[in-house]
């Protein structure tokens, strides 16, 4: 389900020149180059959270010149309150608003459309992604010598620290989606991903696609690499899915997601010079 080599060639020398024109349509945010990465962070009802997530991104990240986008994705706690507090502390926070909760997916797009870095790290806001895991995920795309067709760095949680039916839920759920897309990876479900911001925006948009990455950007050409991470213990707050959820969406998803790559346009035009 991937590219041939030539295909993935010609559209990684136009997804970011896409992807601008897109982003303008779609209330992009112009990039800043003196910004290393931009980290995005879902958010819903998360408020008690918000406090440790940033002091360990401080601690983990202050050596590197970033940004983080706190994504309320329509809470009815304090979240909102809390984040606009917590920027008196942290001057490199952003806040961005969901009117109405729109899911995990629309809150990281939100995010990635506002973020001003050509790099994008991802962690979930409930605490489990250990911000100090974030440097490791963004090196692989910062080195002086990153592969120019590496597009996405993906975590992959060990000794998770869930529940055991959440565990196995999560088991069965990867090997079906891993032996149908052949997507290479173990834990698709692990917030923790690092990308490049102009190929993300370049992906057709749907809900649920955060679960997909690996697939999506191996499909369109791009190389996936993949990080072992911790996982920690929830901090505050409790889980906005049931294993059922995840269950009847994910069977909707993986239909979708097949269909989507294979009938995916694998060419970009190009403007022939003139004799």
Sequence with gaps: ?????????????????????????????????RLEFSVVIPMKNEAGNVGQILEDLKAACGAHRF?????????????EQVIRKAQDSYPWVRLVRHPVS????????SGVLKARAEVICTLDGDGQNPPSEVPRLVAPLLAEDAPEDLGLVAGQRVKRQDTLSKRLASRFANALRGWLLNDK???????????RRNVFLEIPYFNNMHRYLPAMFSAYGWKVAHVDVSHAPRHSGTSKYTN?????????????????????KITRPMEGDRP
């Design 1 to 33: 389900m991937r590219l041939s080599t030539r295909a993935g060639e010609s559209y990684r020398r136009q997804a970011n020149n896409t992807a601008r024109g897109r982003g303008k349509e779609q209330g992009m945010e112009t990039t800043d180059q």
């Design 67 to 79: 940004e983080v986008l706190l994504v309320d994705d329509g809470s009815t706690d304090a979240t």
């Design 102 to 109: 729109g899911g995990q997916s629309a809150a990281v797009h």
């Design 185 to 195: 990876t173990r834990d698709t479900g692990c917030g923790l991903k690092a990308f």
């Design 244 to 264: 059922f959820q995840r269950a009847l969406a994910g069977i909707h998803d993986l239909i979708g997601v097949t269909w989507l790559i294979r009938r995916r």
